[in-house]
């Protein structure tokens, strides 16, 4: 398989108006490194939907792209709802435990939590962003399954597949449910017993696939929430000068190929 899992470098959170949170690598992340920014916070925004709101930079000045971002807003205002996102990067620069990646929102918001993930892939490989999904609902119950995110129809190759969740105004303790074909890399909330806070909840599959549902579900004792679920599936392109199982070649390299006259 090209993507491996290789640490959960762990999340940060905070209940402070401001426009960025910042989280440190556990270990050193090496060039070539895949990593994954997920991130949560209250909406800026002021419409359902996709969005564009969120962007990651690290200290080192390696490259992040947006894989997803999603956004619930209950009554179109900005820090009614919440907005989800996650972000991807092959290291080019080395980073280590003094260094740090930023979510960078595009006003000031209160609740944010991020976490970050480190895989490997195969040596030269750059990444694409293949399809996004995602769902939101306004008062969603407990157990509820609207929270449900397809996709179908994708060439059968292997994809890294990552999901961000978030439920607003959380002054309850919730349980998770996660999705079995999901490894769950974190479920916390941003201030506990706090009616503004959000809770915020990441996941990953990596598995070869032309389609799946992502569904985590969260019960809890009463009452509805409003929340947001994104899905991102990226995948490896393989180089000009390979051809690595498992890759998709893309209609620019194979132009190239063939033009150079290596494919006819």
Not at 50 to 74: A, G, I, L, P, Y
């Amino acid at each position: 398989m090209a993507f491996s899992f290789v640490e959960n470098h762990g999340t940060n959170k905070e209940q402070t108006s401001n426009t960025s949170l910042s989280i440190a690598p556990a270990s050193t992340i090496p060039v070539g490194a895949v990593l994954v920014l997920f991130a949560a916070c209250d909406n800026i925004a002021v419409s359902t939907g996709d969005t564009t709101t969120h962007s990651v930079t690290d200290s080192q000045s390696n490259t992040w792209t947006r894989v997803s971002e999603k956004t619930f807003s209950d009554a179109g205002v900005a820090l009614d709802g919440v907005t989800v996102s996650t972000h991807r990067c092959v290291v080019t620069t080395q980073l280590t435990t003094g260094d740090s990646i930023t979510l960078t929102i595009s006003s000031a918001t209160t609740a944010k939590i991020i976490g970050l993930t480190e895989f490997s892939v195969a040596a030269g490989s750059t990444l694409e962003t293949t399809t996004t999904t995602g769902a939101t609902k306004n008062e969603l119950a407990s157990g509820g399954t609207d929270l449900s995110a397809a996709f179908s129809g994708l060439t059968s190759a292997e994809y890294l597949i990552v999901s961000s969740a978030s439920i607003e105004s959380v002054t309850r303790t919730l349980t998770l449910s996660e999705d079995a074909d999901y490894t769950n890399l974190a479920d916390l909330v941003s201030q506990s017993a706090s009616s503004g806070a959000i809770w915020g909840s990441f996941r990953y599959r990596i598995a070869t696939l032309t389609g799946d549902t992502v569904l985590p579900t969260w019960t809890w004792a009463s009452g509805t929430c409003d929340a947001a679920h994104t899905v991102g599936v990226i995948h490896e392109v393989v180089s000009a000068g390979g051809n690595k199982a498992g890759g998709l070649v893309n209609v620019a390299q194979l132009k190239s190929l063939v033009n150079g006259g290596l494919v006819n």
